[in-house]
């Protein structure tokens, strides 16, 4: 199964508009407990996560991962940061890019492939203002060309 394919769990809608991405990984995750009993329900927001790299680690801070309903005193701390899985040599590139001025680490989705949990996370540099309001008025347009070809297509 390729990279990014499975159920996807949750979507970082966001860092598509604010982001350009460069280059995309996929990276395991370590989680505690009844973590991913709440992820296969869906539970997970990646809305202002995002990844850092320390002592020759990923980490991924900021994603909410509600706590278990059956969980009892087993649950974890919905924020609490977690580790990310890769080779050594795929951090290594990450810490590279990261070096660059602009550059960050960014969660795309999450999903589940063959039964474990997966992050689909990107090297993305920041959009300007003006960057963003034309990827708008270019998803307009293609919206408005869409739609007049569907009602052509209809007569």
Not at 39 to 45: E, F, L, Q, T, W
Not at 128 to 140: A, W
Not at 143 to 151: K, L, P, S, T, V
């Amino acid at each position: 199964m390729p990279k990014g394919e499975g159920k996807v769990v949750a979507q970082n809608k966001k860092a598509t508009h604010d982001y350009h991405i460069e280059d995309t990984y996929e990276a395991g995750i370590v989680l505690q407990g009844t973590e991913i009993k709440s992820i296969r329900a869906g539970k997970a927001n990646l809305k202002d996560s995002f990844a850092r790299v320390q002592n020759g680690e990923l980490f991924l801070h900021n994603m909410h991962v509600s706590p278990y309903e059956q969980g009892n005193r087993f649950n974890h701390d919905p924020l609490r940061t977690r580790k990310l899985l890769l080779h050594k040599k795929q951090i290594s590139q990450l810490i590279g890019a990261t070096k660059e001025k602009g550059y960050s680490i960014v969660p795309l989705k999450m999903y589940l492939k063959n039964g474990f949990a997966k992050v689909l996370i990107g090297i993305a540099k920041g959009k300007k203002n003006y960057d963003k309001r034309e990827d708008l008025k270019r998803k307009d347009a293609k919206r408005e060309i869409e739609r007049a070809f569907r009602d052509r297509q209809k007569d």
